[in-house]
């Protein structure tokens, strides 16, 4: 199959693997914090949140891989590629012994770390966890350089057929443990083993298939240096996104409890969902905007497309974030169940104002293209340090809620106000011009939003009916509004095209 083959089925495999992931959380996570508990799921997050900080030790590695073997395949420098793989086998190799062995010291550790909130039996099932996990992320790093093999060779039909099937066999296996009183424990062992089997598929795949082995043929520190400075910012976003959305977690696990980081779980699996949507629409819009972007276009062309992808990212975001506020407290309670009804709160406190960057990112290529995404990650990184100050305090006065008014504060401060700037007077871009656009589609919305709170009030329905009936009505509605009231030309002909592509317009 040739690679523009396998890059359409990458992309519509992509789009299914998101739908069935977000079908699949909506359905099992409610049966899965039931079956758990508070305690034992409130610990599993707290170790899968400090194994994510583990993670980020691939330093970007991956990406460079993919980068670097790519280059190499499409110059016929076959050499330079079994070098390199051979080379970052052994640097994997390394970094895998040092994270289980880091493991290892943070779970002999776990009672001074945590002995403030936790229970003896809850630490003791935390230290079996982090075992457990240090070790799958130890057999992980080695075998990344497969992964990114496998990616750079654009095989991105078989590593989403194995993550699709990954998604599904993983609540399989687990359910019936659930109903047998199986806990955490047997929770994480599914996961390693599941980890595992995509681990040997993928180096089974390169063997077989790509008919690549492995060999260590010595250092070279000249690419090392070039590949150390391609992936240094790289790493940088990485550690950025773990402290915002991981620390949270941490932080209430050393100074609330394992009740409300299951409560903060619980919002942040809303909070990826939501990115994941949203994120999926500029990734058709990607490889259009790079080959622009890498074209030198001017100034005032780069704002226009960065406003016209703004606008088709804000009519979905808006949609989900607008629909969230209306209706997620009725969802979060029918979802589960009303003892968790405060992650709604915190669900709501982290996406409003992750919102606007989502529908800027498109920036993140401009910046990348001028050569200023260094003062973003820069940016980011002050961001995501300013979150662990806020956070701590404001998450020993309000628990979970604290938390993520500390990451809010951060988002907006960063995220929002300072990056917009910088797009201002470094990046050239006419933010003036695309937020009067911004404005221009929600002014039209404003009077239905009211309306359905006002309906809401006055009809007297509750549960999964209200949540149906409502929320149809109100998606209906905010779809004729905007195809009418706020949509342009260009966006209307696309909603044209759909149409007349499954047959519900004439052409």
């Not at 199959?1 to 079908?23: C, D, P, Q, V, W």
């Not at 975001?317 to 407290?329: A, P, T």
Request: hydrophobic share 50%; glycine share 6%; charged share 15%.
């Amino acid at each position: 199959m040739n690679e523009s083959h396998e890059r359409k089925n990458g992309a519509i495999l992509s789009y299914f693997s998101i739908i069935l992931n977000t079908f699949i959380q909506l359905l099992y996570l409610p049966f899965l914090v039931n079956k758990l508990g508070d305690s034992e799921y409130g610990i599993y997050s707290i170790v899968a949140s400090i194994m994510g900080y583990l993670a980020i030790m691939d330093f970007g590695f991956g990406d460079a891989i993919v980068m670097y073997t790519a280059k190499y395949k499409a110059q016929g420098k076959f050499e330079e590629e079994k070098k390199l793989h051979g080379m970052f086998l052994v640097i994997f190799s390394v970094i895998g012994i040092f994270t289980f062995v880091f493991g290892i010291i943070i779970s002999l550790n776990a009672n001074y770390i945590f002995q403030s909130s936790m229970t003896s039996n809850e630490i003791n099932v935390m230290r079996k966890l982090l075992l457990i996990l240090a070790f799958n992320l130890g057999i992980t790093f080695p075998f990344n350089v497969y992964s990114s093999i496998i990616n750079a060779y654009e095989r991105f039909t078989f590593r989403k057929i194995i993550s699709i099937f990954n998604s599904i066999l993983q609540p399989l296996i687990m359910i019936p443990l659930l109903f047998l009183g199986y806990k955490a424990v047997a929770l994480t062992v599914v996961i390693t083993l599941l980890n595992l089997f995509i681990l040997l598929s993928n180096w089974y795949y390169c063997r077989t298939k790509l008919k690549i082995k492995i060999k260590y043929y010595g250092f070279d520190f000249k690419i090392f240096r070039k590949i150390i400075s391609y992936s240094f910012y790289i790493f940088l976003n990485m550690i950025v996104d773990k402290i915002n959305w991981s620390t949270d977690q941490f932080v209430l696990g050393m100074f609330s409890g394992t009740t409300a980081v299951t409560l903060y779980s619980i919002a942040s699996r809303v909070n990826e969902m939501f990115i994941k949507l949203s994120s999926a629409i500029s990734g058709v819009l990607f490889p259009k905007i790079s080959k622009m972007v890498a074209s030198n276009v001017s100034d005032k062309r780069l704002s226009e497309e960065f406003i016209k992808t703004g606008r088709l990212q804000f009519i979905i975001i808006f949609l989900m974030g607008s629909g969230l506020v209306l209706f997620g407290k009725e969802f979060f309670v029918l979802w589960v169940g009303q003892e968790y009804v405060n992650a709604y709160y915190i669900a709501l406190i982290l996406i409003l104002p992750l919102s606007v960057p989502l529908i800027q990112n498109l920036g993140i290529s401009i910046l990348q293209a001028k050569n200023l995404h260094k003062f973003r990650s820069l940016l980011y990184l002050a961001v995501a340090v300013l979150n662990i100050i806020l956070s701590v305090p404001l998450t020993k006065m309000y628990g979970g809620i604290g938390a993520a008014i500390g990451t809010a504060i951060s988002l907006i401060i960063g995220n929002i106000v300072i990056i917009n700037i910088y797009y201002y007077r470094k990046a050239k871009l006419n933010i003036d011009l695309f937020w009067r656009n911004i404005f221009s589609m929600i002014i039209p919305i404003v009077p239905l939003i009211l309306f359905t709170v006002i309906l809401m009030n006055v009809i007297e329905l509750s549960g999964l009916l209200k949540l149906l009936i409502f929320g149809c009505l109100y998606t209906i509605g905010y779809c004729f509004i905007m195809y009418f009231f706020s949509m342009n030309t260009y966006e209307k002909s696309i909603i044209n095209k759909l149409l007349i592509k499954f047959k519900l317009k004439k052409v």
